[in-house]
């Protein structure tokens, strides 16, 4: 069966996976792969990682992608992450009408259009029911200690937005006095979402998240997490700009401020 999954091409074997990778890449090269048949891909590429990695179950979760036209391709209802098809996705405009697609979009759209309003920089978001964060936010507790120091650089507070029905109204109002200042946002008895300038970096901040929750769970079993105090916070803080300084203009942290402020902690403790 095996000489059924390759091709001999000018004396070179090449497996027929691989070939269709180089039609896309051919596609990308000569201008015919547009924008929108990349970005199905990737949704089904990220999708399929928040399967494996056990962030999502049954046909829960969804992700997004604003398309360089401006209008948003989003995952349909009801199917797996792990099982989705480039021709799934659904495309809607801003205000939610469906513009694309054979299915419906995915019943928290709103959440995620809400996100794309309040954000021009952010063009990607992920919605996931992770199990440690998802833990946290049913216990009604937000992932804003600095107990670790690149979760202090790179992801800031995870704040909790109060309850709302899945679908609702209700659940964009509650999340979007977050929106701006995070990154990030536990939503309370439900799940996970993030966001930020492309799929790859909104996808790397759910399992940031998620591993965040794992290491504060397993530090208060150990014993009393330590808090960073102000002085190494604010450490962190100018080592964070020298970072975000060196990078390319296309960065993940540049928007958002950390949300560490100082006089907030110390009111807090
Ligand atoms: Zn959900």
Known sequence: MGHWKEIVLRGAVIPIQQLAMFREQVAVLRGTFSNE????????????????????????????????????????????????DAKDMV????????????????????????????????NAVVHAHPCTATAFACSGIALEEPICAEVVMTLGKIPLAPYATTGT????????????????????????????????SAYLKMEAVEHFAKVTLAARQ???????????????????????NRRPAK???????????????????
């Open 37 to 84: 048949d990349r970005m199905r891909h990737e949704l089904v590429r990220f999708g399929g990682m928040l399967h494996e990695n056990g962030f999502v179950a049954a046909t829960d979760g969804n992700l997004s992608v604003r398309l360089d036209d401006g209008r948003v391709m989003i995952t349909p209802t009801g199917f797996s992450k792990g099982m989705m």
């Open 91 to 122: 495309v809607v405009d801003l205000a939610g009408k469906k513009l694309k697609g054979s299915h419906n979009a995915s019943s928290e759209a709103e959440m995620h259009l809400a996100i794309y309003q309040e954000r021009r920089d952010v």
């Open 169 to 200: 109204p209700e659940l964009t109002t509650n999340i979007r006095p977050f929106i701006r200042d995070h990154q990030a946002i536990l939503l309370a008895n439900h799940g996970v979402v993030t966001y930020a300038e492309d799929l790859l």
């Open 222 to 244: 150990v014993g009393a997490p330590q808090v960073l105090n102000d002085m190494q916070l604010e450490a962190l803080e100018l080592a964070r700009q020298r970072y975000v």
């Open 251 to 269: 960065g993940a942290q540049t928007a958002v401020p950390l949300g560490f402020s100082l006089s907030q902690l110390a009111r807090r403790n």
